[in-house]
């Protein structure tokens, strides 16, 4: 039988400001375990960017209004990289817009502003990239890693918690291994038998071993995320 891992006790598996890669077969498969780990990792004092690619940024602020974890959206900055006809800037909301998932220019230029906006007011700054799979589907592999390692970068002093889930089933075993030398650990998940199991992949004394994923904790509220 499988022991349990509790969300907060994956995100205490890896230093503070560690840029994690979670993989999973696809969006199903990793569910919202990437935006529950962020909620674990985000103090009352701390700020969140969150870049997406598959939903709008007034769909993410609405997800973090009706969570606990961020009393106010002002904690908060959105890079919104979904498809549109332009760039497009909201300082007063911390949102700014990007023309498309492979705007990769837009999106750093965008990710600078969010977290000088939020670093005004608070010392560590999380991060969450929705899924690197969207734009990689578009991108050559190259390309997209060095974005990657870029965004990784861009926080600078006030990084905190990187989270960077990536869908296997479409993305190729060899740019998966790349994403995972960039990274300073990985959370594999699974199904299996209708439960959601995770793997820790970090340092050398880490457990290489499945567990089961408690998919409440107590110690945060996820309401609002599907």
Same mark, same amino acid.
């Given at each position: 039988?499988?022991?349990?891992?509790? =969300?907060?006790?994956?995100?205490?598996?890896?230093?503070?400001?560690?840029?994690?890669? =979670?993989?999973?077969?696809?969006?199903?498969? =990793?569910?919202?375990?990437?935006?529950?780990?962020?909620?674990?990792?985000?103090?009352?004092?701390?700020?969140?960017? &969150?870049?997406?690619?598959?939903?709008?940024?007034?769909? &993410?602020?609405?997800?973090?209004?009706?969570?606990?974890?961020?009393?106010?959206?002002?904690?908060?900055?959105?890079?919104?990289?979904?498809?549109?006809?332009?760039?497009?800037?909201?300082?007063?909301?911390?949102?700014?817009?990007? +023309? +498309?998932?492979?705007?990769? +220019? *837009?999106?750093?230029?965008?990710?600078?502003?969010?977290?000088?906006?939020?670093?005004?007011?608070?010392?560590?700054?999380?991060?969450?990239?929705?899924?690197?799979?969207?734009?990689?589907?578009?991108?050559?592999?190259?390309?997209?890693?060095?974005?990657?390692?870029?965004?990784?970068?861009?926080?600078?002093?006030?990084?905190?918690?990187?989270?960077?889930?990536?869908?296997?089933?479409?993305?190729?075993?060899?740019?998966?291994?790349?994403?995972?030398?960039?990274?300073? *650990?990985? %959370?594999?998940?699974?199904?299996? *038998?209708?439960?959601?199991?995770?793997?820790?992949?970090?340092?050398?004394?880490?457990?290489?071993?499945?567990?089961?994923?408690?998919?409440?904790?107590?110690?945060?509220? %996820?309401?609002?995320?599907?």
């Amino acid at each position: 039988m499988s022991r349990t891992k509790q =969300i907060s006790e994956l995100r205490a598996a890896f230093p503070a400001d560690a840029s994690v890669l =979670i993989t999973g077969t696809c969006a199903e498969t =990793i569910g919202s375990l990437h935006q529950k780990l962020l909620c674990s990792a985000v103090d009352n004092d701390e700020g969140a960017v &969150v870049v997406t690619t598959e939903d709008t940024a007034a769909r &993410v602020q609405q997800r973090f209004d009706r969570s606990r974890r961020f009393a106010s959206t002002s904690g908060l900055a959105v890079v919104d990289g979904t498809p549109k006809d332009r760039r497009h800037a909201e300082p007063e909301r911390n949102v700014w817009k990007t +023309s +498309s998932p492979v705007d990769f +220019s *837009g999106a750093m230029l965008a990710l600078r502003r969010g977290y000088e906006s939020l670093a005004v007011e608070y010392d560590t700054v999380h991060l969450l990239f929705d899924t690197l799979t969207t734009p990689l589907v578009s991108a050559d592999s190259s390309t997209l890693m060095r974005f990657a390692h870029q965004v990784m970068l861009e926080g600078g002093s006030t990084t905190g918690l990187q989270l960077f889930p990536v869908f296997t089933n479409v993305t190729a075993t060899s740019d998966v291994t790349k994403l995972k030398h960039l990274s300073e *650990g990985m %959370i594999e998940v699974r199904k299996r *038998g209708g439960k959601r199991q995770v793997r820790l992949r970090g340092s050398p004394e880490t457990p290489a071993e499945w567990f089961d994923l408690a998919e409440y904790d107590s110690a945060f509220d %996820i309401r609002g995320f599907v």
